[in-house]
């Protein structure tokens, strides 16, 4: 079985990837609620907002007749691509749009300064005598919560119906050490508390109380609610209208707060859900296609989801399947959750759980939900793996071919066992000025640019490639040993330092000169990774690879190849862009900071003044002294510094195409 990552995305021409035709994704919607997420063209989260039915919501940022804000506008003109969540409910959808918008932050979203949380209903378990309280936030403890809920209203009838129907206490008394030293409250008079701070109820039929309350918040509400109905019913008989109309409002509360939604889970722990979409192929061929569907829980919300795509022998059962896929992915995974919920039951369930218990060095459970919420989350999973498989199939499978494909046919190309993350390096300078180096980072046949890095050349003077290569090298790879060594001593993953990640394969923008300079470097730092070249020819167009002292011939209309030329040029874009702007900063500051009396601000104000260099030096000193911040003096030294016989042509500025 293959395995890899895809998900529903855009990314840039680095990237080389598919088109997202935004027309043809929209015909696909769904008449479903669900939250919707838009994305720019850099891949970054733009916007989260829900939807009652996707297929009508998502459709009106598109169509040019409705009447939109300038923020939407902006927004909509920004939009290159969009994904979506089916969920069971709106409200399943509103708490989700709520969590996903505090991970990510979305530019335009409305984002609460105070992060106001909805509501929970806690019950205080881990006090001898319970309470139901009104919570804002889950906390690690022993309580039980159930929500959150959408209306803090509700929540609070709901915690009053119960109080009033188990007769739970509403004191924050500490008991049993404060029994019998008051007199009971008025709620034991009028016979809503069994009060227990008078000792009348022993600890184990408060108890009692305690767990039927437990078990109505839980979603048995069809007794009481039958209760409630029967009373409500026998007051309006008995004329009695208003406690009718009392009756009947708790009634709406405990069937608003009975929506109940699966999306934020009350242990506040660290889950990943996963389930499975199979396709239904024939008998003629071997291969079949499959989506595995993973939602990632954190902190007992949900906060993202990951969709995979597959390709499984015919015969193979879910089982097989997942017990594949669990392996693998979480074998290439720094993060391993608490909790595992899986669609179906794996062969190697004992053996899995204490391999994933020694990975996060804490007992991790494997375990396969049969009812309740954690079973209706495993099956919105797979009914969102569903509607991948069905809707995005052959989009998956070029992507695949551009990204994941290409980094198989390197990995064959030069027979390395995994390139999976590819780091590769530039050097730009103009005849030694300012020299930079660049690393760029590729992972599965995508740039990730939370990784690239930029480099100063610090100890190399004049036009020297190879030595600032070495430096560049040497200066990520000691500073990725030594961050290591810190997260070693820290109990704490690689993956949480920028330079602890290493390479799979380092790719260097030229031929045995710049490989053999990183593998110089490698064997002096004690490191085995292996290097190859991206070779190109006269006419400064990619050619192929070099690796282990032979240049690799590659078909140009691969895949492979087009992913090589894509970091190839990567590389050199970004060492450029850094160039520039530091050469950009040097020539303002050598040649205004260096006249006596301009300090910064003046600088800044003949800057905005004159626009460039050349027009400050052939402005009249008339015009000098009439510019922002300008004074006769200052100006006669500005003027007096680009005119004087020695300095002529000192800011012939002219721009070097690289």
Not at 190 to 203: D, E, S
Not at 405 to 414: D, K, Q, R, Y
Not at 496 to 509: A, C, E, H, V, W
Not at 572 to 594: G, K, P, T, W
Request: glycine letters at 6%.
């Amino acid at each position: 079985m293959e395995q890899e990552k895809s998900g529903k995305k855009l990314p840039d021409p680095a990237s080389g990837c598919f088109q997202f035709d935004i027309e043809e994704e929209l015909k696909k919607l769904p008449g479903r609620p669900g939250v919707y997420i838009m994305h720019d063209e850099h891949d970054d989260i733009i916007y989260v907002g829900k939807a009652i039915s996707l297929k009508n919501r998502v459709r009106q940022y598109f169509q040019s007749s409705r009447n939109k804000s300038v923020k939407i506008q902006q927004m909509v003109e920004r939009i290159h691509r969009f994904e979506y969540i089916v969920t069971d409910s709106e409200l399943e959808a509103l708490v989700l749009e709520c969590n996903l918008i505090k991970e990510h932050r979305p530019k335009y979203n409305t984002l609460l300064k105070d992060d106001k949380a909805y509501p929970f209903i806690q019950v205080t378990l881990q006090e001898e005598y319970p309470r139901v309280v009104l919570a804002r936030t889950m906390k690690k403890d022993k309580s039980r919560y159930f929500g959150p809920y959408t209306s803090a209203g509700a929540v609070k009838d709901t915690i009053d119906l119960v109080k009033k129907l188990y007769r739970l206490r509403s004191c924050n008394k500490s008991l049993p050490r404060e029994i019998g030293r008051d007199r009971p409250c008025l709620y034991h008079h009028i016979g809503q508390c069994n009060a227990p701070c008078q000792g009348v109820f022993t600890k184990e039929e408060y108890r009692k109380s305690v767990d039927e309350a437990v078990d109505f918040l839980a979603g048995n509400h069809a007794p009481v609610l039958k209760l409630l109905e029967e009373r409500m019913k026998e007051a309006s008989e008995n004329m009695e209208f208003e406690k009718a109309i009392e009756y009947r409002d708790l009634i709406r509360s405990v069937q608003q707060v009975a929506q109940r939604q699966k999306i934020t889970h009350g242990d506040g722990e660290d889950k990943d859900i996963i389930a499975l979409a199979l396709d239904d192929a024939d008998d003629t061929v071997e291969l079949a296609d499959a989506v595995v569907q993973v939602f990632f829980i954190r902190g007992g919300k949900m906060i993202g989801r990951e969709h995979f795509f597959l390709r499984v022998a015919l015969q193979d059962t879910k089982s097989v399947i997942l017990n594949t896929f669990v392996k693998q992915y979480y074998a290439g995974t720094p993060f391993v959750p608490k909790e595992l919920m899986l669609e179906t039951e794996i062969e190697d369930h004992a053996l899995v759980e204490s391999w994933l218990t020694q990975k996060r060095g804490q007992r991790v459970y494997v375990r396969v939900p049969v009812k309740g919420t954690k079973e209706k989350l495993v099956e919105m999973a797979r009914e969102n793996a569903e509607i991948v498989l069905r809707q995005d199939r052959e989009r998956i499978k070029r992507e695949e071919g551009r990204t994941i494909g290409a980094v198989h046919e390197i990995e064959n190309l030069i027979g390395v066992s995994r390139a999976m993350r590819m780091e590769a390096y530039d050097i730009s300078n103009i005849s030694g000025f300012e020299s930079v180096g660049s690393m760029i980072v590729y992972e599965k046949g995508k740039p990730k640019r939370s990784d690239y890095r930029k480099f100063k050349i610090k100890s190399v003077q004049g036009p020297d490639d190879y030595a600032s290569m070495e430096e560049v090298l040497t200066r990520r790879f000691s500073h990725g040993i030594e961050e290591q060594a810190e997260l070693d001593a820290k109990g704490m993953g690689y993956e949480m330092g920028s330079f602890s990640r290493f390479p799979d394969l380092i790719m260097m923008d030229g031929g045995r000169g710049q490989v053999n300079v990183a593998l110089r470097v490698l064997e002096k730092l004690g490191l085995d990774i292996p290097v190859c070249g991206m070779v190109k020819d006269d006419f400064h167009r990619t050619r192929g690879l070099y690796y282990k002292n032979a240049e690799v011939p590659i078909d140009t209309r691969s895949e492979g190849f087009k992913l090589i030329t894509r970091i190839q040029d990567e590389a050199h874009r970004f060492a450029i862009e850094y160039h520039r702007s530091l050469r950009s900063r040097q020539q303002v500051h050598s040649i205004l900071d260096d006249i006596p009396g301009i300090g910064p601000a003046r600088r800044k104000a003949l800057m905005r003044t004159f626009q460039s260099l050349e027009a400050v030096r052939d402005a009249t000193l008339e015009q000098l002294a009439n510019a922002e911040s300008m004074n006769q003096r200052s100006a006669q030294q500005v003027y007096d510094y680009f005119h004087a016989p020695e300095q002529k042509g000192r800011v012939e500025v002219t721009e070097v195409e690289e």
